[in-house]
């Protein structure tokens, strides 16, 4: 019922959630992001799930191709519907684990980075859901959308949003891996690096 | 743990020399320890005398450009592109970088670890040995010819780049050339020519230049019956000879040729016409010295055998106005440059469409280029604008030629569009049969623009009035100017319109001077160049040229040149427009290379202040031009 908030605040956090929530107060000096993107079973923000997360992060304007992090997750929910957008079966090749598990990971890789995605508001969503689902807080990163960028760099209205195929055909970047979840962070990782030029951030 | 990213880096390295040669779990290894770097245009990766970094790079797109500082200038060496390794110095030494690495363009480079490399590459004779070579090449003294790398060799912009240097060389020449002395006899003096295949000889007294005589002597003194065969050479020979000194570069044989008009120069000791000759520098030896050279494009044009050949040379053309800008060679020299070299890509793709086509053409025709290509002002790829006139013919047969040159037109302006030309927006092409018709059609369109000067008629003259002959039978278009010229003289009522027209965008400075910008649309706060600086001059340039009846020279600074020999009493406001309208023109050149658009629009912040004075004095002579037009055409009441 209506109290059982206390009980959760109550409840003992886990060792990972502590040691992210620390980094937070860790002072770093250089400056890390990390571009992610949700690869999810729809776009449905209650009822779909993550199905993989490809990320990869950016120290000193550069692309750390070796921090990068790829995780499959494993299906409760399935939509067969979304498999031949994504390529991930649900019983597929690729290793998966389950959503505590990518959880936990996620959390210790990014650590206290600025996010950065496209349309972020939806995959930090999709995480935090998850993390709902686990009894525990949501992202406390601050983050960054390269569609938002984009806008302001072209001084567009909020409602006037930009897909990440258009940009891809205005900063000229290769689309060979779309729609894997790794894929598209590259991809952003490379929009989000011209993007923080132009705009001098 | 896989890493997808990592992989795709590794497949697209694994087609580039050295990594090809590295096994695959070596290279992803490889891959998964690279970072990846964004370079915005002529951003700087290392410069020269930068301590090296612990990592080499390979481009993945876009292009990276090395060069070496001597004193103040740049000189670019070597352009890397995708796949290209750069900054491998630090592999080998471990003093300072040689070169600067500065973008060319947007570019993503990849920075791979000297350390995780090292290890991998040992064990590989193969990607060692390539990289000893390319490490060769890209340090060695770019003077010396002798240590030319393999890796660079192979790449085709590169050789270019390098007579880049070479323009800066000296120059190769005939050493002990023959000469003649005064008094010998032409008769024998050409047969001494004709026996040793050469073009000109150089005529001494005592062992110093006199004179020379060429060719060109024999033909205009000899051939013409001036002068009998068996006078002395001294009464035929061109005097005094151009005179220079041992070890010339090339670029200052080129420069003296130009300046006093003559394809030969004669080398002596000290390089007075005092002293012994040593050589003589012909124009030939100054085209072959440079494979890079304008004259050398314009060959590379007329042998292409496909679009895609003119398609690259239009490329290296576009390398060469960079360069050209980078080195701050005149702007009127590199428009008259690039006007001959797009001018023989056009005529090229003419003869290729015409071989094409199933018949020869049914009758004479010319085409030509008209508004900015016309003028030759052309140096950033805009869109084409042309026009195709043919002889008259029957009337039962005005169908069928006309539709033969349509069809060569259609396949004239889609290859230029292959070549980078975009199509004309507003239809103006040879291909639109308005635009493609009979010398008497024509005749009767350019009079009805003349005799009815409405606002279309106007435009239309503004855009046609600027022709240039490209290919074909010159007569037809030469036909066409005498009726301009004949309509228009003493047309008061036609130059009332026009100068109008040309008064319709007035100095782009607001009342303290300050730029006026763009007020609203998508380049709010930008300065359109275009309309605001050169259309004024522009515009004034082509209605002071036709009423002072100058033909043939639709560029516009040579039309304010010839405007100031003609009329002295308005000399310096004419000379001052011509170079406003130069260094407008460099302005929006720049603007469009760094931004590889048609440079219309500038952003004013992004000026120096050192520009924008350069800018608004150049903005200057566009008032004083507007007046004497104003008082000329006694416009106060018209408009």
Redesign the interface.
Known sequence: MSWSWLKKIQKEAPKFWEDYLASFHVNDETKRYVVFDCETTGLDIKKDRILSI?A?AIVD??????D?L?LFVQQDIFKAESVPIHGILKEGQ??KVVEAEAAIQFLDYIKNATLVAHHANFDIEMINQALNRLDLGRLKNQYMDTDIMYQKLKYYPEDQHTSLDELCEVF?V?K??RH?A??D??IT??IF??LK??LDI | ??????E??ADFLKQFHPFSEIGYTHLLKV????????L?KNQVLFHVNDAIHDSFYVVA?GAVGLSVSSDTDDVLIDKCDEGDILGLRPFFAKDNYLMTAKARE?S?VY?IPIEVFRPIAMQNSGALDFLLQSFASNTRNPMDKNHKGKLISENVIYDEQKNEIQYYQPIQYTKNPITASATDIVKYVAQTMSSRKIGSIIIHEDRLPVGIVTDKDLRSKIATGLFTIDVAVNQIMSSPVITVPENLSIAEAQMMMLKHNVGHLCVTKDGSNLTEITGIISEHDVVVAQANNPGVLLRQSRRAEKTSDLKAIRAKLADLIQNSIDKDIPIQHICSLTGEINNAILERLITLSIEKMDTPPPAKFAWFNIGSQGRKEQLLLTDQDNALVFEDVEDERYEEVKNYFLKLAQKVTKGLNKIGYAYCPADMMASNPQWCKSVSDWKNQFKGWIQNPGERGILMCTIFFDYDFVYGEESLINEISDVVFGETENNDLFFAYLGADALKNPAPLGFFRQFLVESDGEHKDTFDIKARGLVPLVDAARLLAIQCRIRNNDNTAFRFMKLAEKEPQNAAVYEACGEAFLVLLRFRTEEGLKNENDGRYLNLKELSKLDKVKLKNAFQPISEIQEIIKNRFQLTYFT
Do not use: H, W
């Not at chain 1, 304007?61 to 070796?66: A, C, D, E, F, T």
């Not at chain 2, 891959?31 to 964004?38: G, T």
């Open positions: 490809g990869v304007g550069q692309i750390k191709v070796q990068s790829t690729e290793e000229k290769k060979s891996d894997t790794s894929g962070a590259f990782a490379l690096l011209k030029k132009k | 743990m896989k890493n997808p990213i990592a795709r880096i891959a998964e320890s690279c970072s990846v770097l964004y915005e797109s947007e993503i920075a």
